[in-house]
């Protein structure tokens, strides 16, 4: 079933919106949201830029793709951005997820209710080891894999999550995608292989840490008096450099959204 390769187009495959732009649309939304609570009715590309995150003219762009342009010297409608954002995202509508191994990060996501609130129904829990299938986790009982086919058919699911281990995460997915999963959130760390037409976006919390790892050494490196550069280890010798693994040919995104 790992055959294939997930090419991932350059813009999305709606209304010719680049793939940067949707990256950003969520943290539009979430700044978004966070106005509308507010109940503050407009809001500058200035405001919305800085509470988002992103450069105010890479906002006004993103936003001219959904046909948004504001009013001068008004600024954008904070409702009708957040109903516009939405649709795009396909998120006027509910989707059911499944989670697939409910262990410690599986039982915290499913117990996240950040998901319902944006429109993410878990619909059912997964996981392989007998002696939790029928426990309850966040009001869900957790099912065996046996049925896992059954489970995507019945609530008629298209994405799904994977907290399995590493070593388990390539056949899980497998079997999500032969189930008719064609969208898969990987928290494994490993890279998945889908066929065409199956969207893969990976979540790795220590590659981000190890990004700021690297910008905390850059800053001590600024901060610290210049002194000898220490010399680095001795090469190891020529039989023991293994050969790096290629990364397989899922096409999946990194989890770090463009600035
Ligand atoms: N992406 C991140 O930032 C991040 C953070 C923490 C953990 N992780 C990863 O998430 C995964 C889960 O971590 P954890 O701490 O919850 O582990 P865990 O051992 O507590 O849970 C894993 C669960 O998966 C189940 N499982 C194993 N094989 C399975 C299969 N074939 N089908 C269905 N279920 C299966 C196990 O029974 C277990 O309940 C690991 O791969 C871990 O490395 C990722």
């Not at 405001?47 to 600024?75: H, Q």
């Not at 429109?119 to 996981?127: K, M, N, P, S, Y």
């Not at 392989?128 to 869900?140: N, W, Y």
Request: with cysteine; hydrophobic share 40%; charged share 20%.
């Amino acid at each position: 079933m790992a055959t294939g390769r997930n090419h991932r187009p350059a813009t999305s495959r709606s209304r010719g919106i680049p793939e940067a732009t949707v990256a950003r649309l969520p943290l539009y939304l979430r700044a978004l949201t966070a106005l509308s609570e507010r109940s503050v009715p407009t809001v500058s590309s200035e405001e919305l830029a800085a509470a988002a995150g992103v450069n105010s003219a890479k906002l006004r762009k993103d936003f001219s793709y959904l046909g948004s342009y504001g009013t001068r010297g008004v600024g954008y409608d904070v409702e009708y951005l957040v109903y516009q954002i939405s649709r795009e995202l396909g998120l006027t509508q509910d989707w059911p997820v499944v989670i697939v191994g409910i262990g410690n990060l599986g039982a915290a996501l499913a117990n996240y209710g950040g998901f319902a609130s944006r429109g993410f129904r878990v619909a059912a829990l997964i996981d392989a080891d007998p002696t939790l299938a029928g426990r309850t986790v966040a009001g869900i009982q957790v099912q065996h894999t046996d049925g896992l086919e059954q489970i995507i058919a019945d609530n008629g699911v298209s994405i799904g999550v994977i907290a399995t281990p590493a070593g388990s995460a390539q056949q899980v997915c497998d079997r999500l995608v032969a189930a008719g999963v064609t969208s898969i959130l990987n928290f494994a760390p490993t890279v998945l292989s889908v066929p065409e037409g199956v969207d893969v976006r990976k979540v790795d919390l220590s590659i981000e840490l190890q990004i700021l790892a690297f910008h905390e050494q850059r800053k001590a490196g600024e901060e610290a008096p210049e002194e000898e550069e220490t010399a680095p280890p001795a090469a190891p010798p020529a039989a023991a450099v293994t050969k790096r693994s290629e990364p397989g040919p899922d096409g999946d995104v990194p989890a770090v959204m463009p600035a």
